[in-house]
């Protein structure tokens, strides 16, 4: 028998009409059994329940769309992250998932919120086709009590359709994929892919729209809490470290991915995290780890031993995006209710694979908004015989993706809190030392944890520092915990540690000036001691 808890709202009552069977707040047990029944997906060893996504195995960004409107017309910044879609082809796509709807033998719901501060989070109903994509949503947003559902009135909902197969000439998209966004009848629409990270992306989207009206920050960041009770948040693009980092036994988590900064609190989006697999180790990542042996957990694109059920984490014949969706409850040491002080330290995560940053430095709040607009990470280089050159990647606000309005909405927001709350603001390097990628090395993990939590427990109040003439930002000369960890004081001074200390100018140069170039698109957006704080080209 299923033990559910009845929509407050019925799909009818939404405009909705389907002869589904309607499958309403499932808890965590009865989706995995459906799911794995289904044929969905299959339980390894230790009880994980393991999935593949198929074609897609990421965000389908180029698929996404905002419906156009009198809602949206002078309100999102519209270009090639935000692409619109006009009314009438949301009309005709919304007819026809109506339609895909009405043809289903069984339908999930699930009634969440987006946001755990009570003030400033948002209903979200999500309906799907598959088990595991509503376990999925159920774990990644916050579930309400049973006495908070039993009122529940969901003000947007989401509607996730893998099979739905849209076509570019009716619905006014690129391809059969479709995420398309209307903010005026607060409706998102997904078909046509299984990654499942695309409705919790939608709910951040709609977050980040929304919040800034009320004066609340919305950040891409994890964040947590120290034994002194402050609070750090970390911006960072995929691959810089952001749950790493965060997910650290001695600090309480508050989330590993998306968050707002309210007058009074730092508070998760979610109830969940959603961490990368791929290369997953117990001994560098023990806490993100043991949720791989969690039941409850979902792995995506995890690959897994057909017999022994053992998983392997460094194989990426599925993809290279492996991610496991668990119960922020799953780390240990996490803030009760998904929130915590406003922040007394930003820290802001970068994989440099030029090899020309430091490993830690010290911005001011105008050098904070410069790069937080800036958003800077590098890729490395693919597989491609005889390329070996890092690319650079600015995402503004380290989220491009997800952001409706104008960035420079979200930098003065910044700004203006880092301002009022005396907040200290570092810049980490977690990519490549002693020369570029193909050269150099990666920063060592240890070295990392060592300056960040010097930094976090003022341990550097009293470090000299000199100023990167480069940058112009403030970097520590030594740092006394390097050295009581063994680590050589060199690695805080990148041209030190390069051999040829001529190309680490030219590349240094060469970086300032993908800065320069990248900034150039919101000078006009800022004030003077926004643009003072660029990096200087020679």
Known sequence: MSVTTPLHVSLSDQGFGTTAEIRPNLGTAELVERAVADGEGRLSKHGALVVETGAKTGRSAKDKFIVRDAETEDSVWWGKVNVPMSPEHFANLKADF????????????????????PEHRVNVRVINELAWHNLFIRTLLVRPTREELADFAPEYTIIDLPSFRADP?????????????????????IGGTRYAGEMKKSVFGILNYLLPKDGVMPMHCSANIGPDGKTAVFFGLSGTGKTTLSADASRTLIGDDEHGWSDTAVFNFEGG??????????????EIYATTRMFGTVLENVVMDASTRELDFDDNSLAENTRGAYPIEYIPNTSEKNLGPVPSNVVMLTADAFGVLPPIARLTPDQAMYHFLSGYTAKVAGTEIGVTEPEATFSTCFGAPFMPRHPSVYGNLLKERIAKGGVQCWLLNTGWTGGKYGTGHRMPIKATRVLLNAALDSKMEDVEFRKDPNFGFEVPVSVPALEEAGIDQSILDPRSTWADKEEYDATAQKLVQLFVDNFAEFESHVDQGVRDAAPQAA
């Open 98 to 117: 109506m339609d895909a709807l009405g043809g289903k033998d069984a339908l999930y719901v699930a009634d969440l919120f987006g946001g755990s501060q």
């Open 169 to 189: 000439e009716r619905h006014g998209c690129r391809s059969e994929t479709v995420i398309a966004v209307n903010l005026s009848e607060k409706l998102i629409l």
């Open 273 to 286: 995290c959603y961490a990368k697999m791929i290369r997953l180790s117990e001994e560098a990542e023990p």
